[in-house]
């Protein structure tokens, strides 16, 4: 029996990006291809065209265009292997969309964006970098904390969170003292967790962006840059 996505990935992540990037032209979804806007290349395998994938993952994209103006491309990448592809945004899901612990939606894409960045891994960077710079609302943080998070213009809770997250993507030997840096700043043993997780989750994704040679959709480039002009009131 084929998994389905919860959802929740469409109605969170991806739909934040509609409120901070003017709507797409209307594209048909059926003409996928190994192409971007750009005309290089998304991915180094083949990139089914969506007519030929299971209704459920149609259907996922479909939504995740309808809400967001557009289709990241690891969607499409990933869409070469559906199981695989159900797999990692089902536990894609469940880390970053999660409505429990003590991580804010801005602190798991930091995450994302330093331990990628440590991974030189341009897709997770730029895609996320985009999300870090709309939920946190700072402009410039993406780009510090992608280039030394060290010195970038975060407060001693993130920098433990980072301190975390970069030694599990590291590999490096976690010990009780790293989860001791952490409880002075409110985060438990879940909090822990969620921040090795997702560490570690992108550290497979850092890494089949490398295989696949995923190039990140060019609307991510400017997202949370340019405050988006309010419309006039009628």
Request: charged share 25%; net charge neutral.
């Amino acid at each position: 029996m084929a998994l389905r996505l919860t959802g929740r990935l469409v109605s969170t992540t991806w739909q934040c990006f509609s409120k901070h990037h003017a709507a797409a032209p209307s594209i048909s979804l059926a003409q996928y291809c190994t192409s971007g806007s750009d005309d290089k290349a998304i991915s180094r395998f083949p990139v089914p065209d969506k007519s030929t994938l299971p209704q459920d993952i149609q259907d996922t994209m479909a939504e995740v265009e309808e809400k967001s103006g557009f289709l990241p491309n690891v969607f499409k990448a990933l869409a070469h292997r559906p199981e695989e592809f159900r797999a990692f945004f089902k536990y894609y899901d469940a880390l970053m969309a999660k409505e429990t612990g003590n991580l804010t939606k801005a602190d798991r894409e930091m995450i994302v964006v330093a331990t990628s960045a440590t991974n030189n891994c341009m897709y997770c960077v730029v895609s996320h970098g985009a999300l870090l710079r709309i939920y946190s609302k700072k402009p410039h943080l993406a780009d510090q904390v992608a280039t030394n998070w060290h010195v970038a213009d975060l407060d001693a809770r993130q920098k433990a969170i980072l301190e975390f997250a970069t030694a599990v993507g590291a590999s490096e030997t976690i010990t009780e003292e790293h989860f001791q840096k952490l409880e002075p700043h409110g985060l438990d043993r879940e909090d822990a967790w969620d921040i090795g997780a997702i560490a570690a989750l992108f550290a497979l994704s850092n890494r089949m962006a490398h295989l696949t040679n995923m190039r990140p959709n060019e609307e991510f480039y400017l997202m949370g840059r340019i405050p988006r002009e309010k419309k006039a009131a009628t």
